[in-house]
């Protein structure tokens, strides 16, 4: 794996590893994945999850895995804070083990940000989640899971490829999405994503943004969620990375408020 950072300056990165895929070349134990049209299974601003009330500094709660079947090894799950009174970090865990040094999700006073994370299931069926710094409310949102009787999919990686750039047109329009706009993106022509890939990992960016809002992604002929996988403000450039099941070969993706051009990069796609 290489890293690069473009433009001037210096940056200190920091990598955390959860886990890893096997290419298929070798016989290896895991567990197949699940995809599914992305559910909220927590929200501390409504209640949804069994919390009413923001997470408060050093505070540790698990989130009730609403949906996953029992024999699930791991979950997929797009985690956002917001409402956040400090500069902090949140951190996600298998319950029941000791917390670990990493952090999932980083955010500063006022900010409102999500993380893509895969975390494994404790043996009590759950996963913690821990705020190190302020009050923040935070979101979760399932999107698949790994392991069960019905986790078939194996993971295939790609060097990264573009599939959209609203910018100049590349995979659709070339011009911006607009409030309440939602655009299915075809996968299965001349991509590396052959047709029989059940979900996709993409890395997707919002930029030239005009208004505070948020995108949604999710498979395509299926009603639209109530979930977001990517907050953004005005005048912000910003990615998040999203594993998205399909609908007909194809992901559709939606923009709240204001104009926003998206940019959709695959790094790998599930199959079986």
Do not use: C, H
Request: hydrophobic share 40%; no cysteine; aromatic share 8%.
């Amino acid at each position: 794996m290489k890293l690069f950072v473009a433009g001037g300056g210096t940056a200190d990165l920091i990598a955390d590893v959860s886990g890893y895929y096997n290419d298929g070349t070798v016989e290896a134990t895991g567990s197949g994945y699940e995809p599914i049209a992305p559910n909220r299974i927590l929200d501390s601003r409504n209640g949804t999850g069994g919390y009413t009330t923001p997470w408060g500094a050093g505070v540790t709660r698990d989130l009730t895995l609403t949906g996953v079947p029992d024999d699930a090894t791991a979950v997929v799950l797009n985690v956002t804070a917001t409402n956040t009174s400090d500069g902090g970090y949140a951190t996600l865990w298998p319950s029941g083990v000791p917390r670990p040094t990493v952090s999932n999700l980083n955010f500063a006073p006022g900010q409102t940000v999500p993380n893509l994370v895969v975390v494994a299931i404790g043996a009590n069926r759950k996963v913690s989640l821990y705020n190190r710094l302020g009050t923040s409310d935070f979101i979760a949102d399932l999107a698949g899971w790994y392991g069960g009787s019905q986790a078939s999919a194996v993971f295939k990686p790609i060097t990264p490829a573009r599939l959209l750039d609203s910018r100049n047109g590349t995979g659709g329009p070339s011009s911006p999405w607009g409030s309440d706009t939602t655009r299915s993106i075809a996968l299965a022509t001349g991509t590396p994503v052959p047709t029989p890939a059940s979900a996709v990992v993409v890395n997707v960016t919002a930029t030239n943004t005009t208004a505070s809002s948020f995108v949604t992604a999710w498979p395509t002929n299926v009603t639209r969620p109530i979930v977001s996988n990517l907050n953004f403000v005005a005048g912000q450039t910003v990615p998040n990375l999203t594993v998205v099941q399909l609908g007909a070969q194809q992901l559709s993706l939606y923009n709240k408020i204001g104009n926003v051009d998206l940019i959709a990069d695959v790094a790998g796609y599930f199959i079986g």
